[in-house]
């Protein structure tokens, strides 16, 4: 009897783990890349962007996004190069990790809001359609150049 329990129980875990990769591979995959959500935004969204990108991250990150802003020296760290391929990781809606050759629209925004050990939070000062702003406007440029 024992063994006929370990069986039914093991199948129905791997049944159960089996649902929950299909499911969570659904809702992700009808977020990666769709380009409603992340790389449609309006002129004026791109234009705010722009504006916002040249007042507050410019100086460390550059005209090209490159990490090579004036005061790209300064730092203790270099500014991270936006437009650097094949060595980011992005993360989806769902947190999973896949391989993406530019910065995620996630990322992006998780560094601005909360910035790191180098690069100052600015979900204090932005608001988030300020931060999408931003975000639209980094991610359409790296695509054009890219």
Known sequence: MKTNFSRRRFRNNILML??????????????IGN?????????????????????????????????????????EKPPADLTEKGVHLTQTSIKGVLD????????????IKYGNSVMPPLKDILSNADIEAITQYISITVRADG
């Not at 089996?18 to 977020?31: D, K, S």
């Not at 962007?49 to 090579?68: A, P, R």
Request: charge should be negative; charged fraction near 20%; aromatic fraction near 10%.
């Open 18 to 31: 089996t649902g929950i990769c299909v499911l969570t591979g659904c809702y992700a995959a009808t977020n």
């Open 35 to 75: 380009k409603d959500i992340y790389y449609t935004p309006s002129e004026e969204t791109l234009a705010l962007g722009e504006e916002l990108y040249v007042k507050y991250c410019i100086q460390c990150h550059g005209e090209g996004l490159k990490g090579d802003g004036p005061d790209a020296g300064l730092q």
């Open 100 to 111: 993406y050759p530019h910065y995620s629209h996630e990322a992006i925004q998780d560094k």
